[in-house]
C-alpha cells in the first residue's frame, strides 16, 4: 500500500490515493476475496474469506479442545469454539502454523478513560468510550468499537477495563451501564469480557449510604444488588478492578479495615456470576508514611496473604515505583504465596517520552518476565494507550506497544525481537517490495533501532538506576531539582537521587531503608552489595561516591556522562535510520514520524544538559577532573 501511496505522489494523481494514517494498524491484509473456506459462519470465516490468498481453508470445531486455542495444519483450522477459530484465523493471516494455546486466561487492557472523555496519562486524543456529549453509543462509535475490537483479537486480548482506576460512582449509575451493556455486546463476538474500575465510596456517592464500610451491612447489600443489577444487562460481565487507598482514592482503610476485607466484600458481590476482583497493590503515603516508598506495597499486603476470597487477585505494576523506563522488578511478586497475581504493565507510555518517543517497550516487558516468572502470575493487564487519534496511539511506533502487549499476554515467551519483526513487517511491509535487496538492509536496521530505543531512552533520561526526576505531574522532560515542600516528599525527585557532594543514589540495602531485604535470594545479597548490584540499579540500591570505580574503569561520573552522551547518539542514529528508509514508507507516516524523532532528539538533549548540569553540580571540580 506505501507503494501505491509513493506512486501516487509522485504522479500526483489522486483517485486512488488510500490515506497512510496508521487507522489500519497491523491489520494491512490486501482484499483478495479469493479463499473458498467452509465451516460455521463466524468472524474467522469472514476475515479469511476477505484476506485469505489460498483457495481454500477450513473451519473445524473440535469440542475437545481447551479454550481459546487453536491447530492450523496447512489451511485447516481447528479449535474448540468460534472464538478460538478466531484466533486461528489471524494467526493463519500471520504465518502461523501448528498448535497454540494462549499462556493466560486474563488478558487484559485497562482504560484510564474518564467519564468527561479525558484520559489520565493518555497521549493519543480523547476516549473512544466515553463522550459526555453523547450519552448513547452512536453508529460512528459503534464502528469504531468494533474496528477495536478486531484489532485485540488478532493479538489475543480477552478482556477491557473500561474506565478509569481513579473511578467516578457515576460508572455504576443506570445510564452507564446501559452504555456498558451496548460495548460489551459489540465485544462480545470478539472474545473480549467488559470489565470496570470501581471507587470504593460508590456507596455514600450514588446509594446515598453514610458509610462505604464493607463490613456494615447495608454497604455489602448495595455492592450485591449493583452486581445483580449489572449481571442482569451483562451476564458474561468479568469483574471489577480496585485501585483503595491509594493517592486519596477512598478504600477498606477509611474504616480501619484491611485491603483483604475490602477485597473479600465486593468478591462474594461477584461471585456468584462468576466475577473477578482485580485488586490493585499501588499504595504508598497512607498507612506508611515515612517507609521508603519502594517498601510499601510489600508492607501494606504482606499480612493480607491467605485471607482473600479465591475470586480476588492482586493487580501489581511490575515494578515497586512507578512504570519508570527501568526498575527492578517487584518484590511484592516475591511476598504473596498463596494470593493469586496478575502483573500491570503500561502501555502508554507515561514516563518513556508519552507518544512523542520512539520506544517499543517489549524489551522493558521481557526483561521483567526474566526475574519474575510468567507461571508466577495468572493474569496480566496493560494500561492502554489507545484514544481517539487516527493512528489510534499518537506515534505510529507506539502501535508496537500495543501488539506487542497482545502477543506477550498470549505468549510471554515469544522474544521481544521475534515481535518486533513481526509488527514491523505487518504494519510496513510490503510484499511487493520484496525483491528490492536494500529492503532487507532497510527492515533490519528498523528492528534494530526498535530494539535498542528502550535502552537508549534509559540512557538519555536516568541511567544506571536513576529513577523519577521527571517534572512534576506531566512527567515528559527532566525535573532532578525537583522539590516542592507542600508536596508529599514522595512525589519530588531530590527524594529519589539524593545528590550531594560525596554521591548520588538511594541507598536501599541494609545499611539503608534494607528495601533489599524484601527481594529472594538471589537478588536479596545481589543488590544489597554495592560490589555485586548490577550497574543498571546502581543508583536504584545504593549512593555512591562519585569517584567510584565502574566496572569498565570510569568512574561513576564519567560513566553517568557516557550514559547520557550514548542515549542522545542513539537518537541521532534513529533519524539516520529513518532518513534511510524513506524510499520505503509511505510519505503521511514516514513524515510524522520523522517529526517525532527530530522532537524525540530534542527532548533528549535536554535531558542530557539539564541532569549533566545539575548533577555536575554537585562534583567538585577536583573529583570531575580525576
Ligand atoms: O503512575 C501514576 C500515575 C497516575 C495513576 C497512578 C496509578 C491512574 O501518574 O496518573 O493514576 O499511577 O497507577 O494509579
Known amino acids: 500500500m506505501k507503494r501505491i ?15 497512510e494514517d496508521g487507522s489500519r494498524l497491523w491489520l494491512r491484509y490486501e482484499r483478495v476475496q479469493k479463499a473458498e473456506v467452509t465451516g ?13 490468498a489460498g483457495e481454500k481453508a477450513n473451519l473445524v470445531i473440535d469440542t475437545s479442545m481447551p479454550e481459546d486455542a487453536y491447530n492450523i495444519s496447512g489451511s485447516t483450522i481447528t479449535a474448540k469454539n468460534e472464538i478460538g477459530l478466531m484466533y486461528g484465523a489471524y494467526a493463519l493471516l500471520r504465518g502461523e502454523s501448528g498448535y ?9 487492557l485497562n482504560h484510564w478513560d474518564n467519564l468527561d472523555g479525558s484520559i489520565e496519562r493518555g497521549y493519543a486524543g480523547k476516549s473512544i468510550f466515553w463522550d459526555p456529549e453523547k450519552n448513547e453509543i452512536g453508529k460512528e462509535k459503534r464502528d469504531l468499537i468494533k474496528e477495536y475490537a478486531r484489532a485485540n483479537a488478532s493479538i489475543g486480548i480477552n478482556g477491557t477495563v473500561l474506565n478509569n482506576v481513579n473511578a467516578s460512582p457515576k460508572m455504576l449509575s443506570a445510564p452507564y451501564i446501559q452504555q456498558v451493556k451496548e460495548i460489551a455486546a459489540i465485544l462480545r463476538p470478539y472474545g473480549i469480557k467488559v470489565y470496570l474500575s470501581v471507587n470504593f465510596a460508590s456507596p455514600m456517592a450514588l446509594g446515598k449510604l453514610k458509610t462505604a464500610d464493607p463490613l456494615d451491612k447495608n454497604v455489602v447489600a448495595w455492592w450485591k444488588a449493583k452486581a445483580k443489577e449489572i449481571y442482569q444487562q ?10 483503595a487507598n491509594s493517592e486519596g482514592q477512598p478504600g477498606p482503610g477509611d474504616y480501619h479495615r484491611t485491603h483483604a476485607q475490602g477485597a473479600n466484600m465486593l468478591a462474594d458481590a461477584v461471585k456468584p456470576y462468576g466475577g473477578i476482583i482485580m485488586w490493585r497493590s499501588f499504595v504508598y503515603g497512607a498507612n506508611h508514611k515515612g517507609e521508603d516508598r519502594v517498601k510499601q506495597a510489600v508492607s501494606e499486603f504482606v499480612n493480607d496473604d491467605g485471607k482473600f476470597r479465591d475470586n480476588v487477585i492482586l493487580q501489581s505494576k511490575n515494578g515497586p ?3 519508570q523506563p527501568r526498575e527492578p522488578y517487584a518484590p511484592i511478586f516475591d511476598n504473596m504465596h498463596k494470593t493469586p497475581q496478575m502483573a500491570e504493565l503500561q502501555i502508554t507510555q507515561e514516563y518513556l517520552g508519552q507518544s512523542r518517543h520512539l520506544v517499543y517497550l517489549a524489551p522493558m516487558w521481557e526483561e521483567f518476565f526474566g526475574f519474575v516468572r510468567p507461571q508466577r502470575l495468572i493474569g496480566i493487564a496493560g494500561v492502554a494507550n489507545i484514544g481517539l487519534d487516527k493512528n489510534w496511539c499518537g506515534h505510529h511506533f507506539s502501535q508496537a506497544n500495543w501488539y506487542a502487549f497482545g502477543r506477550l499476554a498470549w505468549n510471554p515467551l515469544l522474544s521481544s525481537e521475534q515481535i ?14 520484496k525483491e528490492d535487496s536494500r529492503l532487507s538492509t532497510i527492515n533490519h536496521q528498523l528492528l534494530d533501532m526498535m530494539m535498542r530505543s528502550r535502552e537508549a531512552c534509559v540512557d538519555y533520561m536516568m541511567p544506571l538506576g536513576l529513577h523519577h526526576i521527571f517534572k512534576f505531574d506531566h512527567h515528559y522532560g527532566p525535573e532532578p531539582d525537583g522539590f516542592i515542600a507542600s508536596y508529599p516528599l514522595e512525589w519530588c525527585p531530590v527524594y529519589y537521587h539524593k545528590a550531594d557532594s560525596l554521591g548520588v543514589g538511594f541507598n536501599r540495602s541494609h545499611t539503608g531503608t534494607d528495601a533489599t531485604s524484601q527481594y529472594n535470594e538471589p537478588y536479596r545479597s545481589l543488590y544489597d552489595d554495592l ?13 555512591v561516591p562519585w569517584t567510584y570505580r565502574m566496572k569498565d574503569g570510569s568512574t561513576l561520573w564519567e560513566s553517568l556522562q557516557k550514559h547520557y552522551d550514548h542515549g542522545v547518539n542513539e537518537v541521532e542514529d534513529f533519524l539516520r535510520i529513518w532518513q534511510n528508509a524513506k524510499p520505503y514508507i509511505d510519505e503521511q507516516r514516514w513524515k510524522e514520524t520523522d517529526e517525532r524523532l527530530h522532537h524525540q532528539l530534542e527532548n533528549a538533549r535536554e535531558w542530557r544538559k539539564v541532569c549533566l548540569n545539575y548533577f555536575g553540580s554537585f562534583v567538585s571540580s577536583h573529583t570531575s577532573k580525576e
Not at 451483562?234 to 485501585?243: A, M, N, R, S
Not at 560490589?531 to 549512593?543: G, K, V
Request: net charge negative.
Open 420 to 433: 518486533a519483526r513481526e509488527w514491523l513487517e505487518e504494519t510496513f511491509g510490503d510484499k511487493r517490495l
Open 321 to 323: 515505583l512507578d512504570f
Open 100 to 108: 497454540s494455546a494462549p499462556y493466560w486466561k486474563l488478558r487484559i
Open 234 to 243: 451483562i451476564p458474561d460481565f468479568g469483574g471489577f478492578l480496585v485501585k
Open 5 to 19: 501511496a509513493l506512486f501516487v505522489t509522485t504522479l500526483a494523481c489522486a483517485i486512488c490515493v488510500m490515506a
Open 40 to 52: 460455521p459462519e463466524c468472524i474467522a470465516k469472514e476475515e479469511l474469506r476477505n484476506y485469505y
Open 531 to 543: 560490589s555485586t548490584c548490577p550497574e543498571q540499579y546502581l543508583l536504584w540500591f545504593h549512593h
